[in-house]
């Protein structure tokens, strides 16, 4: 906010007004339209409006598409539905696949036990318990010692 | 200063410069370096690059499952403020499970598939990747639905923490959710509606996300932006959220219904009602220690939802967290660096070791 020369204070800014009425303005509006949509009466008229658009665009979509259809046939040109039938084929297929990747982890996994065990995850990080145990040193053995 | 440039044309120009970038551009999102480690159909599983040495990082990986009908890239919004950054650092091995865009020939997806088939295959995937047979899973919104059902149905599968944010799990209250009154059973036709699109789109889902709170998302949002068009950090921080709010994709149809039939219209999941191919998800099951995270201005998942399950779980160890804050600010707002990051990862922790 601008000061004015002789430092007696903020100057009279009249976007900072405007802006305050505006934002006040903005709040009871926010708070009043959270209550209308919450209200049956909002719900119902939404889904009136949806099923109008629905009744409306459905035909529509329905003949576009069957003109379509018809137009790719006659091209011989894979339509939408072949399209749909391969991408789902090829889902199958990642999952075969995901499988035997499966079975060639669980069979690395044997093959490569003894490096596996020597490649563990990082210890966890130190905790109040086991930086007193490292201050410590290691317990000493309960076996007895053999000569 | 807004009374200066009101008449400055030069400032006024580099003011519409700016809006006309943060509204016809996008902002550059997801830079967290990561690898991805295994995919299926339109679900990836990506790894985040470690940012710190192995000997200080945790043993116990973290997967990150967010909703099916958003980008997760919210979690990794933009460097210095992203949570995947922000775990990262703190040491913790960090997946995230993009489900990706489902196209027509996913209309038959449901949650099931989303649960017992891609979920536990990535699963199997990050234990091999990372040599381990414990993990962490954060869930957030419908992230949250698939993270609790798996949970729930695979309880012996090495599940660690379970972590729930912002979690739509208890319909019951059918007064405090807006949703559940939009897609009850005499306003909202759910057969008509994917007869005629296949899988939900994502201008209705959008839709349905702002009309909760019109007046601040249609209105008061471009407001804040024009009011701080000469602060380059807000200007960013918004370019950033606007660019993640408007890159919807639709929900797979089978999915959609099922959230609305199963659970806004009948609360089968925590009536014990819920079948998931053929197996009843029984929340009592899960045994994971359980943190669940509300935020207490969320209109999309009002906190009545998320709280009923802590009297459910058969969890020794488990901590309601309540947030002032809504539905994506808490995880992505400005306070989250303060707040909730650091509270999960001050529990995830010690329970990571």
Not at chain 2, 95 to 111: A, I, Q
Not at chain 2, 150 to 176: C, H, M, Q, V
């Amino acid at each position: 906010m601008a000061k004015d020369a002789t430092g007696n204070g903020a100057q009279f800014d009249p976007m900072g007004s405007l802006r305050q009425m505006r934002d006040g303005y903005l709040d009871v509006w926010a708070k009043a339209m959270v209550e209308t949509v919450n209200t049956e009466a909002y719900a119902k008229a939404t889904g009136s409006m949806m099923d109008a658009y629905l009744a409306v665009s459905s035909p529509f979509r329905d003949a576009v598409e069957k003109a379509m259809l018809q137009a790719l046939q006659q091209l011989s040109m894979p339509s939408r539905v072949d399209f749909i039938g391969l991408a789902e084929r090829l889902t199958n297929v990642e999952m075969r696949l995901d499988d035997m990747d499966a079975k060639l982890d669980r069979i690395e996994g044997m093959f490569s036990k003894p490096a596996t065990a020597a490649r563990r995850p990082a210890a966890a990080p130190p905790t109040p318990a086991n930086q007193e145990r490292v201050r410590r040193g290691p317990r000493p053995s309960r076996r007895k010692r053999t000569k | 200063m807004a009374d200066a440039s009101v008449i400055d044309p030069i400032a006024n120009m580099q003011r519409l410069t700016t809006l006309n970038k943060v509204l016809t551009s996008k902002a550059p999102i997801a830079q967290t370096p990561k690898q991805m480690v295994w995919a299926l159909n339109k679900a990836k599983l990506y790894r985040y690059v470690p940012m710190v040495l192995p000997e200080q990082r945790h043993p116990t990986p973290l997967l990150l499952v967010f909703a099916v009908m958003n980008r997760p890239y919210i979690i990794d919004l933009r460097p210095g403020h992203s949570y995947v950054e922000y775990m990262l650092k703190k040491g913790y091995d960090v997946y995230l499970l993009d489900w990706g865009c489902p196209g027509p020939e996913d209309k038959n997806m449901n949650f099931g598939d989303y649960t017992l088939e891609y979920l536990p295959r990535a699963i199997r995937k990050l234990k091999a990747v990372s040599r381990v047979e414990e993990f962490s899973m954060l869930g957030w919104c419908i992230g949250a639905i698939i993270a609790t059902s798996y949970a729930a149905l695979r309880p012996d599968d090495g599940l660690r923490n379970l972590i729930l944010l912002t979690a739509p799990l208890d319909f019951s209250d059918k007064e405090t959710i807006t949703f559940a009154r939009w897609t009850a059973e005499p306003n909202f036709d759910v057969d008509k509606v994917l007869q005629t699109f296949g899988n939900m789109p994502a201008e209705f889902i959008d839709y349905g996300a702002k009309a909760l709170k019109p007046v601040e998302n249609y209105v008061g949002n471009f407001l804040r932006l024009w009011d701080n068009l000469d602060d380059p950090k807000v200007v960013e921080a918004w370019h950033a959220m606007n660019t993640w709010v408007t890159d919807n994709i639709p929900m797979a149809g089978a999915t959609f219904r099922q959230l609305v039939v199963d659970l806004y219209r009948n609360d089968r999941l925590m009536k014990g009602e819920w079948v998931l191919r053929g197996e009843r998800v029984d929340v009592g099951k899960i045994r994971a220690n359980l943190l669940t995270v509300i935020a207490e201005g969320d209109h999309i998942t009002p906190p009545c939802q998320s709280r009923a399950i802590m009297g459910r779980v058969s969890s020794k160890d488990k901590e309601l967290f309540s947030i002032p804050g809504g539905h994506i600010g808490i995880m992505a707002g400005s306070g989250a660096a303060k707040v909730t990051w650091p509270h999960i990862e001050g529990w995830l922790g010690p329970r990571s070791g």
